[in-house]
């Protein structure tokens, strides 16, 4: 079984629906992150946290919010969509206990259209 | 501006020739991630640098941090198809030590032609 899942992997909604994706793992991991990716853009850090009490923004957290039910579950709301947040979005985890050595590891990525 | 800067941006080679990928950037990196991304899939891990003047290789692949631990290449050897995809750097740009954040590069689309 993947180590990092996300759900949905695909989805399509409207403008101003609230969608929830949702991310779990079975690293044991304590930090967390959601980015999305554009084409041309790379990848942008939307959200972090590094426990269950510590959540902090990224780069480009206007217009999401994030929730962190257990140390295995982080969750990512859009509270109403818009269509410039058509993207892939990806959830990471990390967990080494050494500066610097932190490799992140994804999921496989959903999908969202927002139309 | 963007912090991590990749180059090329896209590159398309002949199946056998070798290729060279780049990741700069203008402040020091506290541990360069290089990740290899299927089109629409997730980040699949490939090497960590992390001490300046660092080399490590995987199969075909070769990646080099450079001494004052501001760039990185990665380079590929008589490469195949399976090769293809894009490559990412992410980097730890925390100064004076790791802040548990990647910064990524937009990414190097490499298509390799049979």
């Known amino acids: 079984d993947a180590d990092v899942t996300q759900t949905p992997r695909n989805r399509i909604t409207k403008t101003g629906k609230r969608i929830m994706l949702e991310c779990s793992q079975t690293k044991g991991h304590d930090r967390m992150y959601w980015y999305r990716q554009d084409p041309g853009l790379g990848l942008r850090l939307i959200y972090y946290s590094f426990d269950v009490k510590d959540i902090n923004k990224g780069e480009i957290s206007d217009g999401y919010s994030v929730s962190r039910q257990a140390q295995a579950k982080f969750s990512l709301s859009l509270e109403s969509a818009i269509p410039n947040q058509t993207a892939l979005y990806f959830c990471?985890?990390?967990?080494?206990?050494?500066?610097?050595?932190?490799?992140?590891?994804f999921g496989p990525g959903t999908r969202l259209t927002v139309l | 501006s963007q912090e991590l800067e990749q180059s090329p941006q896209s590159l398309i080679v002949q199946e056998g020739k070798n290729l060279t990928i780049n990741c700069t950037s203008s402040k020091t990196l506290y541990g360069l991630y290089w990740y290899k991304q299927k089109y629409g899939e997730g980040l699949i891990f490939l090497m960590m640098?992390?001490?300046?003047?660092e080399e490590k290789s995987h199969e075909k692949i070769t990646a080099k941090l450079d001494e004052k631990k501001q760039q990185s290449s990665l380079h590929i050897t008589a490469s195949q198809p399976s090769h293809a995809g894009i490559y990412l750097c992410?980097?730890?740009?925390?100064?004076?030590?790791?802040?548990?954040?990647?910064?990524f590069g937009k990414g190097t689309l490499l298509t390799v032609n049979p």
């Open positions: 990471a985890t990390s967990g080494g206990l050494l500066a610097g050595l932190d490799e992140q590891f």
């Open positions: 640098l992390q001490k300046g003047g």
């Open positions: 992410g980097a730890d740009m925390g100064s004076g030590g790791s802040n548990y954040k990647l910064t």
